[in-house]
């Protein structure tokens, strides 16, 4: 949980706590770390809309303007002395129908809309890279589409397998995530080529920095060559994965700018807190 | 740990104890496997002659004969009272140079073609479904080459994170299955397609079983994609698993048979106790 305090429009404090869907009484997590602090309002968003979260929020389907999403915040009661709304969430189908979903992303998207007009008209490519990276589709100011990849999940996941168990120390981390890169942009499929990284280590001396250097390239390089864009991306997040993920992107041909994850996010909730 | 005790050919006991590795001394986690039993010899394969193993046994690199394979077995010493030897793995590189590597499944291998001397002459492609899944490419009797893909790993890590952290319990794994490698058969990289397992129970109702079964099949539908296998195959394994492979294979229009895996593992280290 994170929450910005603002006052005429500037940060004046920022204040952290557990994951809401850490905590046991979501409510009073809030409550204690607001730790007695009085708002006009507070304004969430994320897994804090989640079905077990604080309240749920809707998912509202694509294509999405900024009104239709900004109509659906849900305010969460309960949470006593405090005015608390969570901004909706975003579905999405893809050709086939199959569906996708987000929470929190789309608040930093609109945001970086209202920060950078241009983005209202004409298409765009947004990437959100993290944990659950989110790639973006915008068209004339609407959200039409998105999608999914699990790198961020499945990287830290195989941070406790068999490939990077253990082994010799080494700062050859960028060596292995260009030779990840490499591998990506040569259509190997992670679950084929994964293992390279534990071989590597047991035949070809490479240290476990490596190994981890190598994963990373290849499961970002795999989800770019999946998600295949065609125009220059924005990237918003934590700089040094979106300085990764530019990399990757730049083997590729592929222009990126990127722009401040946390100012996005705050301009997003400040959509929210406008009426 | 498993050993089999075997009198005049035939199994007279079978005898468990935690994996090698995870033990502290490893002699005397198997001399208390062996409880006091006597034997001409042990012959052991797989982690055992992992560097961390009992001792380290050398990695022969393809293509391999089964000679070639015998002459390299290594004889552990510190285990007081018992002659053991434990099984070389093997190595091979791609035409890049990349390398793999395997221990235990090579003993398999090699014991399925002393059980069926039909594999001892032509090509013949064998999967050894698991953790760290093996293909294996065999000409004239000799292992020329082979492939790891980790996706039982990946499927064991998976089952761990958020895609199926929670949800509606229901009969229709099977179901999923099918969803998963109907999608992996599209060409739907798994980073790109995993996330649908957990978006379709928050917006289209599905189970975390159906869930499961999606992943399972996905992840096994692009190990598939990814190896290509054109001729028909020779599967040794856990039945379920390999049945599960014989679904997926069977939608790739590839035929497969199986052998028993208990079965080519006593073979394989028969062809070492012979001398």
Known sequence: MRLWRLERGEIAERLE?????????????????????????????????????????????????????????TEALGCPGLSVWIAAGLSCRDASGRPDVMRGEETQVFGAMSLDP??????????????????????????????TCMTGELFALLGQSSLLAAGARGANEDQGFAAGLARASEGAAPSAALFEARAAQLVDGRTVDWARGF????????????????????????????????AALARCGVQMRAMDGEACAIAGLRLLDDD
């Open 215 to 246: 994963v990373s390239g290849l499961l970002i390089g795999a989800e770019i060559a999946a998600i295949n864009p065609q125009e220059p991306v924005l990237a918003i997040g934590d700089p040094a994965l979106v300085a990764r993920y530019g």
């Open 17 to 73: 706590g557990p994951g809401i869907l850490a905590c046991g009484d979501r409510a009073e997590a809030l409550a204690s770390v607001m730790d007695g602090r009085t708002a006009d309002r507070v304004v969430l968003c994320g897994m804090a809309g989640a079905r077990e979260g604080l309240r749920e929020a809707p998912y509202v389907p694509c294509p999405v303007s900024v009104s239709q999403w900004r109509a659906r915040m």
């Open 118 to 147: 241009g983005l209202a008209n004409g298409t765009h490519v947004v990437l959100l890279p993290g944990t659950h990276s989110k790639w973006v589709w915008l068209d004339d100011g609407l959200i039409v589409r998105f999608r």
